[in-house]
C-alpha cells in the first residue's frame, strides 16, 4: 500500500498534538498537587508549632509582652498574647494579610470550647500564608504565622510548560506547511508532467519544497534532453527521407545516363563531323553549332544529376578558395553590373577540394545572391580558415525564402524563378557533402547567408 507523504505528515501532527497536550497536562497536574501538598505541609508545621506552644511548660511562656519568639523554623513566626491585648500588638508587625488571617483565627479560637488550635490558610496564586491561634492552660493565647512564597523552580515548570505549547503548535504548523506545500507542489508537478506529454516545449515549475525543487530540475532537463532527441530524431528522418529520394532519383538519373547519354555522344559526334564538312554551307554550320551547344547541355544535366544523387567528385588538391572566388566574380561583374548589383570578394582560406567542382557552388550562390538583390546592393563573399579546413560565407540582402518553404530549400527540382530548374543548391549542397562538409542557410536580420564549411586533413581526400 502507497502511503502519501502528507497523510505520514498529518499523522505526525496529530501524535505531537497528543503528546504535547498530555505532556502539558502532567505538567499542570504536577505543579497544582506541589502546591496542595506544600499548603498542606505547612498548615501541619503551623498546627504542630501551636501544640508545641500550648504544652509548654508554664514558666517557658513570656506572657507578659506581645513579643515574637525566635523563629522556630525559617520563615515562621510565632509567640503569645495575654489577655485584651490586641494582634495589632505584636512587634514587629506582621504583614498585612498574615495579621488579618491570625485576628479571624484569634476570634475562632477564643470562642471555641476544646481549645483546640485554629488554623487557617489564605492563598493568593502560588503564594499564600497559614496562621493559627491556641489558648493555652493559664488563658493566653499562643499564636503562629507562616507565609510561604512560590519555589525557584516553579517558574521555570511554567516556562517549561509554555515552551511545550509552544512547541507543539510550532509542530502542528510546521507540519501542515510542509503537507500542503507538498501536496501543492506535487500537484504542480504531476499537472506539468501530463501538459509535456503533450508539448515539451511547457515550462516546469519550481515548486517551494527544495527536494520537489530538484525533482522540477530533473524533469526539466529529462524534457529537454527528449525535445533535443525529438529534434534530432526528425533531422534524423529528414536527412533518410533526402537520401530515400536521392536514391530513388540515383536510379533513374543511372537509367537516364544509360539511355540517354549514348545516343547524346552518338548525335554530338554526328553533328560535329557534319559541321567539318566542308560541303555544308555556313548557315546551317551555325544551326548544328547550336544543336552541339545544346547537346552539350543536355549532357551537363545528366552530369548535375549523378553529382546530386551521390556520385564522388573528381580529383581533389590543395586549392585557394579566394583565387577561385576572384575569378567567379570576374567573369559574373559584367552581368552583375547591368542588374545594378556589386559582388565584393574578402578573406583568405585554402583547402583539399575538386576545384571544378567547388566554382559550381560559389558560381550558384552569387548568382543566387545578385538575383535576389535589390539594385544597388552588394553580395559580399567571405573566405576564412576554420581549423584545418575552410569557410566561404555568401551574403545578400534580399528578402530570402520564405519561412514555410526552408526545408526545401536543397531539395531537387525546387525553385522560386520561373525560368529557373531547381537543380543549383542541390547540386551545391551534393558537391559539398562530397567533400565530406556542409552547406547551410540561414537568416540574420535582413541578411541571407549561405555558409560552405569544407573540413581539412584527410576528411577532404578523394
Known sequence: MKIAVR?????????????SCVSLYVLTRLIATTS????ERVRDLVTQQLEFQ???????????????????????????????????AIRPELDPSARDLLARSVQVALSSADRSPVVQIAQDGDSGVVAGAALTPAGDLAWTAYPWNPPPWLRMFRALIVTLGLAGLALVVA???????????????????????RNLDAPVPRPQVRELSEVGDGIAG???????????????????????????????A????????????????????????????????AELGGVSEEIARLDRLVSDLLVITGRRTGPRTQTDLRKLADQRATTLEPWARDRGVSISIRGQAAACVDAEAIVRVIDNLVRNGVEASAQGGTVEVQVEPEGDGARLVVTDRGPGVDASRVDELFEPFFTTKPEGMGLGLALSKAIATAHGGKLTYRRQADMTLFELAIPGGEAAAP
Open 222 to 252: 529529462l524534457a529537454a534532453e527528449l525535445r533535443h532527441a525529438q529534434q534530432e530524431q526528425a533531422r534524423l528522418s529528414r536527412e533518410l527521407a533526402d537520401r530515400e529520394r536521392f536514391a530513388s532519383l540515383g536510379r533513374v
Open 7 to 19: 497523510h505520514s505528515l498529518i499523522v505526525v501532527a496529530i501524535l505531537g498534538v497528543v503528546t
Open 54 to 88: 500550648r504544652k509548654a511548660p508554664a514558666g517557658a511562656q513570656p506572657v507578659d509582652a506581645p513579643v515574637a519568639l525566635p523563629p522556630p523554623k525559617l520563615g515562621m513566626r510565632a509567640g503569645y498574647l495575654p489577655k485584651g491585648v490586641s494582634v495589632d
Open 254 to 285: 543511372a537509367g537516364v545516363a544509360h539511355e540517354v547519354r549514348n545516343p547524346l555522344a552518338a548525335i554530338k559526334l554526328r553533328v560535329d563531323l557534319l559541321r567539318m564538312d566542308p560541303g555544308v554551307p555556313s548557315a546551317v554550320g
Open 36 to 39: 496542595a501538598q506544600r499548603s
Open 175 to 197: 507540519s501542515v506547511h510542509i503537507a500542503v506545500s507538498m501536496d501543492r507542489g506535487a500537484t504542480l508537478l504531476k499537472q506539468s508532467l501530463r501538459t509535456l506529454g
